[in-house]
C-alpha cells in the first residue's frame, strides 16, 4: 500500500487539501488492501469500489480547482450495516434473507460524513440488528480482531473496529444499544464514543420514535482520539428527520489539547457489581497509573444503586422489547415473517432475543424506568467531585469466536449472559456518555476502558481519553503497523 494504512484521518484529510496526497491514490490504496487482506477479518460485508473511486476523481477535481474543501474531504470510511445506509448500496442489517436488500436512502450520518469530503469505501459486519456482543452472523460468518484471527472483533460494531484496527479504512462508524461500540472498540484496541442521546441525529424510519428514552445511539470509532472528536464534529447536531435530536452544544476538535492535570476521574474496576478477570484489572489499572503520574488525580469510588440482578432485568425487558419491535416493522414492510419463514439463516441468539422481546408487557415495560432512574442516580452520585468515571470496558479479554459465555469469571460463577461479561450497557440505561480507549494488552489480546462522563460533557471525555493516549499511547500494537 503507498500510503500507510494507520495513517490517522486528521493527517490524511491534512494531506490532501495541500495536495500531497492525491485522493484518488488514496481511496485505490485503502480498497487494495482490503482486497488482500479482505480474509484476515471478513470485516466487511459490501466494498463498493466503483462508487468510491468516482467519489475519490470527483474529490482530486476538487483540490485541483482550489474548491473549498470539507474536514474529511478525500479520507476513506466505512460504515456499519445497520443504522447507517447509502442509496443504492446493500443493506442487509447482517441478515442473510436480507442479503439482496438495497438501500433506497442515504441515512443523515451517512449524508454528513459524505458532506465533509469522506469517501465510502463498504459496509462493515455485524450479527442480525446487531443484537449481541460477538460478531458473526449466517450472511458472511464471524468478523475476527486483528490481533489473533481466532477471537472475535465483539460486537456489534466488529466489523467496523476489525477493519480500522486492520488498516483498512481511516474512520468508521458505529451503533450501540448495550455497548455495540464499546465492546469492538476493547477488542480491537481502537477508540469509540457512545454519545448522549440525541447528540448524534438517527432517522429512523418508519418509526422515528424507535428507542425511545436515552438507550440506543449512533457514533464514530476511530484509532486515534483527535480523529474521534473530529467525527464527532461532523456527525453531531440538530436534525429535523430525528425527533429527539439536539443542536451540538460544543465544538470538540480541540477537546483533544486539554491537559491530563486538569483532570480529576474517579475509577471503579468492577462498578462494585461485575467480577472481572484479574488481568484486566492490572492491564486497567496500569493505564490509570500512567494517566496518573502524568498529573491526573485519579481516586478510587464506589458505585450505589440498584443490584446487578435488577439492572439486568431492566435491560433485558427494554432491550428485547427494542429487537422485537424493529422485526415486526421490518415484517409488515416487507409481507414477510422473518422468525417463521427463515429461522434456518438466522442466528439461534437472534431468534430467542426477539421471542423473548414479543412476550412483553407495556406496563412491564415502562416501570422498569424506575430501576433506571435509580441507576442513573447511582452514576451522578459517583460522579459528584469528578470529571468522569473510569471502568473498564468487558470483564476479560475477547473471546473466540465460538466459545459459550463465561459461566465463571475470577472464580465467581455468571450466568453466561452477554451482560456478565460486558460492563458496558447499564450505561445504556442512563444516557450518560462513553468514550472508549484502549488500555493495553493481555496476551496479545487488546483490553479496553470505559470513560463516563455527564449527560452532553463529550468535550470532558474526549480531553480524558487523550490525556490516556498521551501517556500510555496505543498506535503501534496494531499487528500489521
Known amino acids: 500500500m503507498s500510503t500507510d494504512p494507520f495513517r490517522s484521518a486528521s493527517d490524511l484529510a491534512a494531506a490532501v487539501r495541500s495536495g500531497d496526497v492525491s485522493p484518488v491514490d488514496l481511496v485505490d490504496s485503502y480498497l487494495d488492501r482490503i482486497e488482500s487482506r479482505g480474509d484476515h477479518t471478513t470485516a466487511f460485508v459490501t466494498v463498493v469500489e466503483e462508487s468510491a473511486r468516482e467519489r475519490a476523481r470527483e474529490a482530486e477535481r476538487a483540490v485541483e480547482a482550489g474548491e473549498y474543501l470539507g474536514p474529511l474531504h478525500g479520507v476513506p470510511v466505512a460504515i456499519k450495516d445497520l443504522a447507517d445506509a447509502k442509496a443504492g448500496v446493500r443493506h442487509t442489517f447482517g441478515m442473510k434473507p436480507l442479503a439482496d436488500n438495497v438501500a433506497d436512502r442515504t441515512t443523515v450520518g451517512v449524508e454528513r460524513l459524505e458532506a465533509a469530503g469522506a469517501i465510502v469505501v463498504g459496509t462493515t459486519n455485524t450479527p442480525e440488528l446487531g443484537h449481541t456482543v460477538r460478531t458473526l452472523n449466517e450472511l458472511v460468518g464471524p468478523t475476527a480482531t486483528p490481533f489473533d484471527a481466532d477471537y472475535n472483533a465483539g460486537g456489534s460494531s466488529g466489523g467496523s473496529a476489525a477493519a480500522l484496527a486492520d488498516g483498512l ?90 491537559s491530563a492535570d486538569e483532570f480529576t476521574v474517579g475509577y471503579s474496576p468492577d462498578l462494585d457489581r461485575f467480577p472481572v478477570e484479574p488481568a484486566v484489572r492490572e492491564t486497567v489499572g496500569d493505564a490509570l497509573d500512567a494517566l496518573s503520574s502524568a498529573g491526573a488525580t485519579v481516586e478510587e469510588v464506589s458505585v450505589g444503586g440498584p443490584e446487578r440482578g435488577d439492572l439486568v432485568y431492566a435491560y433485558g425487558v427494554t432491550a428485547t422489547t427494542l429487537f422485537a419491535t424493529v422485526v415486526r416493522e421490518m415484517n409488515e414492510a416487507r409481507g414477510m415473517d422473518l422468525l417463521a419463514d427463515h429461522a434456518e439463516d438466522l442466528s439461534p441468539t437472534f431468534e430467542q432475543t426477539v421471542r423473548m422481546g414479543q412476550g412483553g408487557d407495556a406496563v412491564e415495560y415502562t416501570t422498569r424506568d424506575v430501576t433506571r432512574t435509580a441507576w442513573y442516580d447511582a452514576v451522578e452520585d459517583a460522579l459528584e467531585g469528578n470529571d468522569a468515571l473510569v471502568c473498564p470496558a468487558l470483564a476479560t479479554p475477547p473471546l473466540t469466536h465460538d466459545e459459550p459465555l463465561p459461566t465463571e469469571i475470577d472464580g465467581q460463577s455468571v450466568g453466561g449472559l452477554p451482560m456478565d461479561w460486558a460492563l458496558s450497557w447499564p450505561f445504556n440505561l442512563t444516557g450518560h456518555p462513553v468514550v472508549t480507549v484502549p488500555a493495553g494488552l493481555v496476551d496479545g489480546l487488546p483490553v479496553g476502558l470505559q470513560i463516563v462522563t455527564r449527560r452532553f460533557d463529550e468535550r470532558t471525555g474526549l480531553g480524558i481519553a487523550a490525556a490516556f493516549e498521551d501517556a500510555n499511547p496505543w498506535a503501534d500494537r496494531y499487528p500489521d503497523a
Not at 464514543?193 to 428507542?211: E, I, Q, S, W, Y
Not at 474521534?228 to 435530536?245: I, K
Open 169 to 258: 479504512c481511516a474512520l468508521a462508524t458505529g451503533s450501540d444499544v448495550g455497548g455495540s461500540l464499546r465492546t469492538p472498540a476493547a477488542c480491537c484496541n481502537v477508540a469509540s464514543v457512545k454519545p448522549t442521546f440525541g447528540l448524534v441525529p438517527r432517522d429512523a424510519r418508519p418509526d422515528a420514535f424507535r428507542g425511545h428514552t436515552p438507550f440506543g445511539v449512533l457514533g464514530p470509532m476511530a484509532r486515534t482520539v483527535d480523529d474521534l472528536a473530529l467525527a464527532l464534529d461532523v456527525l453531531a447536531g440538530q436534525d429535523d428527520r430525528d425527533p429527539y435530536s439536539v443542536p451540538k452544544p460544543d465544538e470538540y476538535a480541540d477537546a483533544t489539547d486539554a
